[in-house]
């Protein structure tokens, strides 16, 4: 029986994982998603076309491969129908090589008018969710309340959705909120309508047998660790576990399963919401990050809140994800840079912490390492010998750090811009 691989964020989103799932599928030929929905933007460029993906597993490009969309996802048809609709414009019908898992949970209408209501209410605490019903529709799950993508097809479909679209009309009669689902609900439905198309299927059996007949599978995470619901910075976090220990409820495949976890991070630092980051610049390295890394974010557009790489959360992340390689993204962004930081350790009252504490917010002062920047374009290189000293040195002390290979470095968006040791 074969293991199944994964490839996840170490940070808060956003590190790339679009590109390297796409660039790795090759080696695999199932890809699936465990957790998380349309708040994931994935981006891909390859061929002069770029594309951002959403539900979809970024395998999906490749000739060969089969895409699953896991049990552990929260689905929202119409952002997936449109996804869908934009990939076969250059892919030709998918509908043979993309299948969804039954018990993946759908989000209403009214769940997307819950998460904005909700953060609306917070004020100044919100969250900062991407408004795409996540946490509602998470919510309901565990209530078990929610309506799967297997109900779709059942003769009851309709008064199930309106049973849950009354509760949720009673809930947001609670909140100061004005809106009007009538617009999205008719593509909701009609969106619903062309997914039918698609097989639905228990993914969690189709996925072991694959594995039994040693079939390669890739396993795609969304967010990041540091977003995780149990150990992320809570709460500011997204609803689904993003870590490996995710891949087991999301797909349905038992811990000894697991093969290779592959973690990837940027040589920097990304947030976009509210919520804690020790590292976080407001000076002009902060500006250049985001300007010269175009941190703005995939889904929703929004600047990216930039600074320093956080070894302290990094190692955090690595011990609960099992990682067993590294892959480093975007440190073509600091070509210019002079210097590079790194933080070490944490000053909480008075005291240095060398571990992600319960208390990690605004209060946490970063101990930084300082690096000599290597101040040449490594976009072109790809033999890592050819690599900069300075840039050698910056990976050698982060194996020594963590204890973990580094096996691949991104040095630019395009599939092509990348060094594999
Ligand atoms: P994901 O959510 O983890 O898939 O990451 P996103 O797609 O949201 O954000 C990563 C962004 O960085 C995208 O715009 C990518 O095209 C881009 N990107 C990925 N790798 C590199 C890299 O090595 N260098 C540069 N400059 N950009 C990269
Ligand atoms: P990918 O897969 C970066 C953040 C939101 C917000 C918090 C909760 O592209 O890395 P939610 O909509 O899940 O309720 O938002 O989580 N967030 C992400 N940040 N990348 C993502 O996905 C994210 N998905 C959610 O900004 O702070
Ligand atoms: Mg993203």
């Known amino acids: 029986m074969n293991q199944l691989d994964v490839v996840l964020g170490l940070q808060w989103g956003d590190e790339g994982k679009g590109k390297v799932v796409d660039l790795l599928t090759p080696n695999y030929k199932v890809i699936a998603r465990f957790q998380g929905g349309p708040n994931a933007g994935h981006s891909l460029v ?5 594309f951002v993906l959403h539900t979809v597993p970024s395998g999906i490009f490749r000739e060969e491969s089969m895409n699953i969309i896991g049990n552990g996802v929260v689905i929202d048809p119409v952002i997936l129908m449109e996804e869908i609709e934009a990939i076969e ?11 969804i898992s039954k018990r993946a ?5 009214t769940h997307r008018m819950l ?6 209410a917070k004020g100044k605490s919100k969250i ?5 019903g996540i946490g509602p529709t998470y919510m309901d799950k565990t209530g078990r309340n929610g309506l799967r993508i297997g109900d779709i097809v059942s003769g009851e479909f309709e008064a199930r959705y309106n049973a849950l679209k009354e509760k949720h009309l009673g809930l947001l009669s609670q909140y100061d909120f004005q809106f009007d689902i009538t617009e999205y609900e008719a593509k909701w439905m009609a969106a619903v309508e062309k997914l039918k198309r698609f097989e639905f299927i228990e993914s969690e059996l189709v996925v072991n047998a694959e594995l039994q007949k040693g079939t390669a599978i890739l396993a795609e995470g969304a967010q990041g ?4 619901i149990d150990f992320g910075t809570y709460p500011f976090v997204t609803s689904s576990n993003t870590m490996t220990a995710g891949v087991c409820t999301g797909l349905g ?11 990837i991070f940027k040589a920097y630092c990304t947030r ?61 962004v600091m070509n210019d840079f002079p210097t590079i930081k790194a933080c070490v350790a944490y000053k909480l009252n008075g005291k240095e912490l060398d571990y992600f504490p319960f208390e990690a917010g605004d209060e946490v002062e970063p101990v930084y390492k300082e690096f000599p920047g290597w101040k040449c374009d490594i976009t072109k290189v790809r033999k890592y010998e050819d690599f900069p000293a300075e840039l050698k040195d910056y990976v050698s002390w982060i194996e020594a750090e963590t204890s973990c290979p580094v096996k691949i470095i991104s040095v630019g968006p395009d599939r092509k811009e990348i060094v594999i040791r």
């Open 128 to 132: 900062g969710s991407t408004l795409k």
């Open 89 to 99: 414009k250059k892919a030709g019908d998918i509908s043979k090589k993309l299948i």
């Open 225 to 228: 660790s540091m977003l995780d």
């Open 46 to 50: 390859f061929d002069g076309d770029s």
């Open 272 to 332: 976009v919401g509210s919520g804690p980051f020790p590292t976080e610049l407001f000076d002009n390295d902060g500006e250049e990050l985001r300007r010269i890394g175009h941190e703005f974010g995939a889904t929703t557009g929004r600047p990216r809140r930039c600074g320093w790489l956080d070894m302290v959360a990094l190692k955090y992340a690595i011990m609960m994800n099992g990682v067993t390689e590294l892959i480093m993204m975007k440190a073509d």
């Open 253 to 263: 495949v038992a811990p000894n399963r697991v093969g290779k976890v592959m973690g």
């Open 115 to 120: 998460d904005a209501a909700s953060e609306a």
């Open 105 to 109: 949970h759908l989000i209403l209408p």
